[in-house]
């Protein structure tokens, strides 16, 4: 017996295979991703994230560069940081200046409220030094496209 069942015929499929294809397309959707890839190169180059930092984080990072420096020296004010002839003592550091002569670190736990007005700025700064916290508003100049801790 055959596998074949008595009167079928093989069958034969003919696919037509006229139609033509395209790389348009392809070459469409790679001129696409390279005009895309351009555009994020010069959106980079033409406006840096430096340049999208706000007066607020300035302040802050003032402030922060402040705590750094303190920490590293025993020089008050440090260097570049503070305007020249700053007291700590006339601060609002003044509670824990007798921490800070000991040599304990300032810790940054907070900085808030920046309020800038022209060359002079305020903010509301927390610290913490030897677990002590005291919340004050710190005074900043700016000086040079710089913020500096002021009295």
Known sequence: MSDQQPGV?????????????S???????AV???????????GGVL????KNVTEADKIAAAVRNYADARGRTDVSPPPGVA????????????PQVG?????????I???KDPMVDGDRAKATVTTKIDGH???GTWSLTRSDDRWLICN
């Open 23 to 29: 790389a348009w397309p392809f070459i469409v959707a």
């Open 99 to 107: 921490d800070l002569e000991t040599g304990k670190a300032i810790e």
């Open 109 to 111: 736990t907070e900085v």
């Open 47 to 50: 406006s840096p994230a430096e």
């Open 9 to 21: 015929e093989d069958e034969v499929i003919t696919v037509d295979q006229t139609d033509s294809r």
């Open 32 to 42: 696409v991703a390279a005009l895309v890839l351009v555009a994020v190169i010069l």
């Open 133 to 135: 916290e005291a919340t």
């Open 83 to 94: 305007c020249v002839g700053f007291d700590e003592r006339k601060s609002s550091l003044t």
